[in-house]
């Protein structure tokens, strides 16, 4: 059975959707809501997190809180490969609905932690290329990734920068066929997740508000014998939510 705080949060999400409390209405006083429900602030505050964090509400030190209604949500289709040949697919994918999307990255080598390294199939502390991206939507920051490439597979090579070179921002499936190894799937592990402080800055949302976090990563070859070329953490806050969509094969 639902707690007394998730059962306030259903009933203040509904008021929200249904118009009861209007778009760019004041939000009840958290006094106001303990009245109402007879409980105690904790209760009301634990209630109204959730929505905050999905941008139904929104607050600001010293101020009343404001109704934001449903927020607008761009659904990221995570394809195998939706044939985006040198080009982004979140570039593509958001062109496609008349939106500008676009990223900035910073790539440093590194010593693989160890978490990092079992995904990839190397030893803790083996040199890997970092990559951090901002990816923006109409300028704003959307979501979050940090990529990581064995430097055994892309060292020496003008692969080594994901962002740089000759074959700046192909993406992996195109840089990995240049290097003779061609994809032939991902894998993708789906997590909730609280952003940090560095996250919540780089996003301009609250420390804390929950997110999406996903753990992909690239393979080639076959079972039993499949080879990880790169693995990344993906960060998708409220309003960013992935779309899967998979062939249909024979047998």
Same mark, same amino acid.
């Given at each position: 059975?639902?707690?007394?705080?998730?059962?306030?949060?259903?009933?203040?999400?509904?008021?929200?959707?249904?118009?009861?409390?209007?778009?760019?209405?004041?939000?009840?006083?958290? /006094?106001?809501?303990?009245? $109402?429900?007879? !409980?105690? +602030?904790?209760?009301?505050?634990?209630? !109204? =997190?959730?929505?905050?964090?999905?941008?139904?509400? *929104?607050?600001?030190?010293?101020?009343? +809180?404001?109704?934001?209604?449903?927020? *607008?949500?761009? %659904?990221?289709?995570?394809?195998?490969?939706?044939? &985006?040949?040198?080009? +982004?697919?979140? =570039?593509? /994918?958001?062109?496609?609905?008349?939106?500008?999307?676009?990223?900035?990255?910073?790539?440093?080598?590194?010593?693989?932690?160890?978490?990092?390294?079992?995904?990839?199939?190397?030893?803790?502390?083996?040199?890997?290329?970092?990559?951090?991206?901002?990816?923006?939507?109409?300028?704003?920051?959307?979501?979050?990734?940090?990529?990581?490439?064995?430097?055994?597979?892309?060292?020496?090579? *003008?692969?080594?920068?994901?962002?740089?070179?000759? &074959?700046?921002?192909?993406?992996?499936?195109?840089?990995?066929?240049?290097?003779?190894?061609?994809?032939?799937?991902?894998? $993708?592990? !789906?997590?909730? &997740?609280?952003?940090?402080?560095?996250?919540?800055?780089?996003?301009?949302?609250?420390?804390?508000?929950?997110?999406?976090?996903?753990? @992909?990563?690239?393979?080639?070859?076959?079972?039993? *014998?499949?080879?990880?070329?790169?693995?990344?953490?993906?960060?998708?806050? =409220?309003?960013?939510?992935? %779309?899967? @969509?998979?062939?249909?094969?024979?047998?």
């Amino acid at each position: 059975m639902p707690s007394k705080y998730q059962q306030i949060e259903a009933i203040l999400r509904e008021r929200i959707l249904d118009g009861t409390y209007p778009s760019g209405s004041e939000f009840p006083a958290r /006094s106001a809501l303990q009245r $109402e429900f007879g !409980v105690s +602030s904790r209760v009301i505050v634990d209630a !109204v =997190r959730p929505l905050v964090e999905e941008g139904l509400i *929104d607050t600001k030190p010293g101020t009343s +809180s404001t109704v934001c209604g449903e927020p *607008d949500v761009i %659904r990221m289709a995570r394809a195998w490969y939706d044939g &985006h040949v040198g080009t +982004s697919p979140w =570039r593509a /994918s958001m062109a496609a609905i008349g939106r500008e999307g676009s990223w900035t990255s910073e790539s440093e080598p590194t010593a693989a932690p160890a978490p990092i390294a079992k995904r990839l199939g190397i030893e803790p502390g083996a040199r890997v290329m970092r990559t951090d991206y901002t990816f923006t939507l109409d300028g704003r920051p959307a979501f979050l990734s940090r990529s990581f490439e064995p430097m055994a597979l892309t060292g020496g090579t *003008d692969m080594l920068l994901p962002e740089g070179g000759p &074959h700046a921002g192909k993406g992996v499936y195109e840089r990995m066929r240049l290097l003779g190894r061609t994809p032939t799937f991902w894998e $993708e592990e !789906v997590l909730t &997740h609280d952003l940090t402080p560095s996250e919540a800055d780089a996003l301009r949302l609250r420390v804390g508000s929950r997110a999406l976090l996903i753990w @992909r990563t690239y393979f080639d070859g076959a079972e039993p *014998d499949l080879r990880p070329l790169e693995t990344a953490d993906i960060i998708l806050p =409220r309003g960013i939510r992935p %779309r899967y @969509r998979f062939p249909i094969g024979n047998g």
